[in-house]
Nanobody
Framework: QVRLVESGGGLVQAGGSLRLSCAAS????????MGWYRQAPGKQRELVAT???????TYADSVKGRFTISRDNAKNTVYLQMNSLKPEDTAVYYC?????????????????WGQGTQVTVSS
């Protein structure tokens, strides 16, 4: 069983900063990528940032220059440093990991999700 546990959300004023953390645990064979998505009320879930184990990073255009994703591969943890927050960043932020588990003699690769953490930016 794999679990992704997020922490670090909260309420902050516009221009402020927050740091999200997400730790993966369980019967993990390997991690391909970890990242963050967000979903605002009435909108679809969207990519915020991802980082592969090899170091390749992808950011949504709306957060480039303000958000920084980092990983501690030894701890199976991903972080999202969010600076210069705007009211439009308000959403539930979900941790995502594409990882491999061993199912007997078979390797299984799939996406796993955290439970989500609320980020609210007031104007």
């Amino acid at each position: 069983q794999v679990r992704l546990v997020e922490s670090g959300g909260g309420l902050v004023q516009a221009g402020g900063s927050l740091r999200l953390s997400c730790a993966a645990s369980g019967s993990i064979f390997s991690i391909n990528a970890m990242g963050w998505y967000r979903q605002a009320p009435g909108k679809q879930r969207e990519l915020v940032a991802t980082k592969t184990t090899g170091g390749m990073t992808t950011y949504a255009d709306s957060v480039k220059g303000r958000f920084t994703i980092s990983r501690d591969n030894a701890k199976n943890t991903v972080y999202l440093q969010m600076n210069s927050l705007k009211p439009e960043d308000t959403a539930v932020y979900y941790c995502n990991s594409r990882l491999t588990t061993a199912q007997g003699m078979r390797l299984d690769i799939r996406d796993y999700w955290g439970q989500g953490t609320q980020v609210t930016v007031s104007s």
